[in-house]
């Protein structure tokens, strides 16, 4: 089992930058996949970026540019900076691991940019 813990939500203003961190229960290095989704209102999740184990990052198209998904070996998270942040960009965020084929997801965090 893998617990996820997100946070660094928040309001900012168009153009601002926010830094979303997740915090696992068991050594992100060794989760075979590991990543950030995002639901806005009314609309259907959506993948943000995600890493594998062995490093391989994947992007969203939209976002590739904006958003940068890393992870911090030594307080064993996962980050998500995002750049440049636009009103469309609000949603709820998801932290979300698959680890033995099973996919475990995070309450998530709130995004909001409005000025």
């Known amino acids: 089992q893998v617990q996820l813990v997100e946070s660094g939500g928040g309001l900012v203003q168009p153009g601002g930058s926010l830094r979303l961190s997740c915090a696992a229960s068991?050594?992100?290095?060794?989760?075979?996949?590991i990543g950030w989704y995002r639901q806005a209102p009314g609309k259907e999740r959506e993948l943000v970026a995600s890493?594998?184990?062995?490093?391989?990052?994947n992007y969203a198209d939209s976002l590739k540019g904006r958003f940068t998904i890393s992870r911090d070996y030594a307080k064993n998270t996962l980050c998500l900076q995002l750049n440049s942040l636009k009103p469309e960009d609000t949603a709820v965020y998801y932290c979300?691991?698959?680890?033995?084929?099973?996919?475990?997801w995070g309450q998530g965090t709130q995004v909001t940019v409005s000025s």
């Open positions: 979300s691991a698959l680890y033995w084929s099973t996919r475990y």
């Open positions: 068991r050594n992100i290095f060794s989760i075979n996949d």
């Open positions: 890493i594998t184990r062995g490093g391989t990052t």
